[in-house]
């Protein structure tokens, strides 16, 4: 039996860890291994390397990804397309595993339903897949935002400022949500939630008339401009507000423990499944490694998680 392995779309920490469960769990089962470079363009030019036992060692606690990525429009022609699955031919592969977000996943889909055996692992910083609880590289990124903040709330609190950090996430709002909850943010801004910059306000001016000496507000990309709220905000409360992006700096670093055991866990579960020469996606609920088809993940509902939302607002006053 032969597998491949490819990362696409935004890179995220805990891949690498992913990348070594994968090739190690199927060198063990006796299972032949070829990594995949730079995603579905690699798929589409063939660029295919066999992987050993040491293709993947000292890699566990590095962010990125060995295998490099891609945001491929190619993939998304009808060329480029085919050429991807005779890529899958010629190299004789009977199972991809693919590591990535939504867009990967849908590409995923798409093969599987041309016959291809695919098993997707979901890897994204913004932990917008529904069907899972947690994507692979989602607390890292919580974590590094929550010691980003720690440095500005220094600063902040020094100067009795105002700060709005704006924080990745595209259309889903975790990352401010937990990140908010583990730093102590006062107020987040996020897609999935009206906000009204007048309560912001009030409930700054509140605790600065208690003695408070800073504010923080996390602002998910999604939601607008950091810089026009920030100029807004200011006007209303006279508290001196600066802006920090952290754009970038969230995706990368050392994975954290939650994403290696999650990645590990992960990546020993798609050879598993490989080995039944099918395709599912994988998944984590109620703390279960879990397989789900394909049919199935992408109608799943995301729950938000109100019960986090109403801790930060009420430790935060
Ligand atoms: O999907 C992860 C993510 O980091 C988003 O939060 C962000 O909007 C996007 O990727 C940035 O993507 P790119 O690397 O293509 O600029």
Known sequence: MRIAILTSGGDAPGMNAAIRAVVRSAIYNGIEVYGIYEGYDGLIDAKFEKMIESSVADIIQRGGTILRTSRSERFMTEDGFEKAINSLKIFEIDVLIVLGGDGTLRGAKKLKETGVNVIAVPCSIDNDLAYTDFTIGFMTA????????????????????????????????????????????????????????????????????????????????????????????????????????????????????????????????????????????????????????????????????????????????
């Open 142 to 317: 919580v974590k590094t935002v929550t010691e980003a903040v720690s440095n500005i709330r220094d600063t902040t609190e020094s100067h009795g400022r105002a700060n709005v950090v704006e924080v990745m996430g595209r259309s889903c709002g975790d990352i401010a949500l937990y990140s908010g909850v583990s730093s102590g943010a006062e107020s987040i801004i996020i897609p999935e939630k009206e906000f009204n910059i007048n309560e912001i306000a009030e409930k700054a001016l509140i605790g600065k008339n208690r003695g408070k000496k800073h504010h923080i507000i996390l602002m998910a990309e999604g939601r607008g401009s950091a810089f026009d709220f920030a100029e807004e905000f200011e006007k209303l409360t006279g508290i001196d507000t600066k802006v920090t992006v952290l754009g970038y700096l969230q995706r990368g670093g050392a994975p954290s423990i939650f994403d290696r055991i999650l990645a590990s866990q992960m990546g020993y579960k798609a050879v598993e499944e490989a080995c039944h020469l099918h395709s599912c996606a994988i998944g984590t609920s109620d703390g279960h490694i879990r397989a789900m088809s394909f049919s199935d993940i992408f109608e799943v509902e995301k729950i938000f998680r109100d019960d986090l939302l109403e801790i930060l607002k009420t430790v935060s006053i």
